[in-house]
């Protein structure tokens, strides 16, 4: 079983590309440290206040990997500095 979730967000605070990078790379590093997941920066590479992650997970039970993109997306919402738009979830046999 094979998912991805891809998190749009809204970095309200940042006012340079320096900043935005600052707030990316630590979510970036605490997903990949906290979960056995696959992450990175898809989309709006080039603008300071939003962005979207890509998280990819493999696991044997889709209830495993639904409770640890659950697990993923909550860690993201909290996160300081963060806004979640939207969450897209797939999965794959």
Same mark, same amino acid.
């Given at each position: 079983?094979?998912?991805?979730?891809?998190?749009?967000?809204? +970095?309200?605070?940042?006012?340079?590309?320096? *900043?935005?990078?600052? #707030?990316?790379?630590? $979510?970036?590093?605490?997903? %990949?440290?906290?979960?056995?997941?696959?992450?990175?920066?898809?989309?709006?590479?080039?603008?300071?206040?939003?962005?979207? +992650?890509?998280?990819?997970?493999?696991?044997? *039970?889709?209830?495993? #990997?639904?409770?640890? $993109?659950?697990?993923?997306? %909550?860690?993201?919402?909290?996160?300081?500095?963060?806004?979640?738009?939207?969450?897209?979830?797939?999965?794959?046999?």
């Amino acid at each position: 079983m094979v998912a991805g979730v891809q998190i749009e967000m809204l +970095l309200p605070s940042c006012q340079n590309l320096k *900043e935005k990078r600052a #707030i990316v790379k630590s $979510l970036i590093g605490k997903l %990949r440290s906290r979960f056995n997941v696959s992450v990175a920066e898809v989309a709006y590479q080039e603008q300071w206040q939003r962005t979207v +992650l890509g998280i990819a997970a493999v696991a044997n *039970e889709i209830s495993f #990997i639904q409770q640890e $993109l659950q697990a993923v997306v %909550r860690l993201v919402e909290i996160h300081p500095g963060v806004e979640l738009i939207h969450v897209d979830t797939e999965y794959y046999d």
